[in-house]
Structure formats: C-alpha cells, structure tokens
C-alpha cells in the first residue's frame, strides 16, 4: 500500500481525466462506425491505449494503467457504451499492465510497450472475429483489417510514448515515478 501516494493516485487521476476526455468522442464514433465500416473501426482502435502507455510510461509502476483507466472508464459512462464503459477500459489498462507485469515492472523499453499493443490488439480482433463478421469479409479484406488494427496500435502507442516522454521532460512524475536511466522513446 506504500505505492499508493496521493501523488501517484492524483497522477492517475490526470492521466485517466484526460484519456476519458479524449475517449468521449470515439466512444460515439464506435457506436456508429464499427457495425457498419468496421475498416474505418480498426484505424482508431488504437486510441484506447493512448492512455495507459502514458501512465505506465511517465509513473512506471504497477497499477497505473488499470487505475488511469478505471478513471476513464468512469467518464465515459455518458457514451452508448454505458456502464461497459468501464469494462472495456479496465480490460485495456490490465491488458497493457500484463506485459510489464511478464517482466515484474523492470523493463521499461519502447519494444514492450508495442509488443504489449500488439499482442492486445491481436487478441481483441480474435475475440471480436465473430462481432465484425470476418468469415463474411473477403480476404483481401480481412488482411487489411488486421493490418489496420496493428497500424493503429502502433502509431498510438508511438503517439503515447511521445507524449510520455515529454510529460517526464517537465518534470511531472518527479517523485512519483523511479529514477530514469534511459529516456523512454530513444530505445
């Protein structure tokens, strides 16, 4: 429980706000595109872990992806997710979480940020596989559809790693996060 600062919980706090902020508007473009223009879906799938990887990357310990996005979850319980709202962001925050947990929060390299993305993204289209009726799609486009899911992940998780980065240049998890001996987005 010593991890668990008001500073950490309140970094958590920020992160999780402003995920959930920027998740209210996909949330509704979901809603309306995924069971309609599922390629248009997968583009922006990628968007969810924008959060997470900012609060595992600037406070890098354990939790801060889950509670970030229980956070966001919350937030987003206006949206036609409703209350799954939160199911969904938690499922996403332990998702990222799983990785850095394989290695017991010791390695903090770019590599298992996206090898974390990926491998989420790869098990949520699998899962999804009957929702967006891949059986129904041609094969041409079903690899685009996987191609586009593993695009997203990657440029948002980049996207997150950028941000993180320059979070921790000012100074904001001075305290909160262990001492850096690499920067995060160079390796």
């Not at 009957?130 to 948002?156: G, K, Q, T, W």
Request: some cysteine.
């Amino acid at each position: 429980m010593k991890n668990l600062t008001t500073r950490f919980l309140m970094a958590c706090a920020a992160i999780g706000a402003a995920t959930g902020v920027l998740l209210l508007p996909a949330n509704f473009v979901a809603a309306a595109v995924a069971p309609t223009v599922p390629l248009a879906y997968a583009t922006f799938l990628g968007v969810w872990l924008l959060g997470p990887v900012v609060a595992m990357a600037v406070l890098r310990r354990p939790g801060a992806a889950v509670l970030t996005m229980l956070i966001a979850g919350i937030i987003n319980i206006p949206t036609p997710a409703g209350p799954s709202a939160i199911v969904t962001n938690l499922m996403v925050g332990v998702a990222l979480e799983l990785g850095f947990l394989v290695t017991r929060y010791r390695i903090w390299r770019p590599w298992l940020f996206y090898v974390t993305a990926l491998a989420f993204e790869t098990f949520y289209a699998i899962t999804a596989y009957a929702y967006f009726n891949i059986d129904d799609m041609a094969i041409a486009v079903r690899v685009v559809f996987f191609a586009l899911m593993a695009a997203s992940a990657v440029v948002f998780t980049w996207l997150g790693l950028v941000v993180a980065d320059r979070l921790t240049a000012t100074g904001v998890a001075r305290g909160i996060a262990p001492s850096r001996r690499v920067a995060t987005v160079e390796n």
